[in-house]
T-cell receptor, first 109, second 121 residues
Framework: GQNIDQPTEMTATEGAIVQINCTYQ??????LFWYQQHAGEAPTFLSY??LDGLEEKGRFSSFLSRSKGYSYLLLKELQMKDSASYLC??????????WGAGTKLIIKP | GAVVSQHPSRVICKSGTSVKIECRSL??????MFWYRQFPKQSLMLMAT?????????EQGVEKDKFLINHASLTLSTLTVTSAHPEDSSFYIC?????????????????FGPGTRLLVL
């Protein structure tokens, strides 16, 4: 079967750095997405990786290793507004988007 | 760019009535749109994939006669919850696949509408 694993919940301190991991096992791979979802709102697109390596976008960076079936989302200089769920999703060989259950990130002052 | 709207944002209805939710891609053409449902504190659940000009593809366990999907144009898909019951109360979110709109993200990215919160009394 197809599976995406990410931690259920993480806690970090305002101003710190946090890394949210995602491992995947899918039938084929056509890219990995990270979305942010605040409580009661729809997801918003954060990043996309299809090649190995690190993609940096402001305070957020996303890393991909296709050989390891592994990605992480790195958030720097955490702000209270970063408290949200972070969803990892992978396109399989048929461009079906397989979703992880999401990681709830709690930021403490 | 890559903006998706949904209407209404919130609806309360009586049991047995039908509710229509609209999903529009505002600045791009979306040949494919997706309908999701999300219960509180749970993951997104894909209900169906909607292709312009053809019948929607429903996920296993989703009743196609209860959740009617119409994708009549490249910018509009509608979801109609027929004979709604309290257990249909949920957060319904659509997304549209943005293929080829330069500068707004990689191809195949799904952009989400703001969601519709349905409460059936």
């Amino acid at each position: 079967g197809q599976n995406i694993d990410q931690p259920t919940e993480m806690t970090a301190t305002e101003g710190a750095i946090v890394q949210i991991n995602c491992t995947y096992q899918t039938s084929g791979f056509n890219g990995l997405f990270w979305y942010q979802q605040h409580a009661g709102e729809a997801p918003t697109f954060l990043s996309y990786n299809v090649l190995d390596g690190l993609e940096e976008k402001g305070r957020f960076s996303s890393f991909l290793s296709r050989s390891k079936g592994y990605s992480y989302l790195l958030l720097k200089e955490l702000q209270m507004k970063d408290s949200a769920s972070y969803l990892c999703a992978v396109y399989d060989s048929n461009y079906q988007l397989i979703w992880g259950a999401g990681t709830k990130l709690i930021i403490k002052p | 760019g890559a903006v998706v709207s949904q209407h209404p944002s919130r609806v309360i209805c009586k049991s047995g009535t039908s509710v229509k939710i609209e999903c529009r891609s505002l600045d791009f053409q979306a040949t494919t749109m997706f309908w999701y449902r999300q219960f509180p504190k749970q993951s997104l659940m894909l209900m169906a994939t909607s292709n312009e000009g053809s019948k929607a593809t429903y996920e296993q366990g989703v009743e196609k006669d209860k959740f009617l999907i119409n994708h009549a144009s490249l910018t509009l898909s509608t979801l109609t919850v027929t004979s709604a019951h309290p257990e249909d109360s949920s957060f319904y979110i659509c997304s549209a696949r943005n293929v080829g709109l330069a500068g707004t993200g990689p191809q195949e990215t799904q952009y989400f509408g703001p969601g519709t919160r349905l409460l059936v009394l």
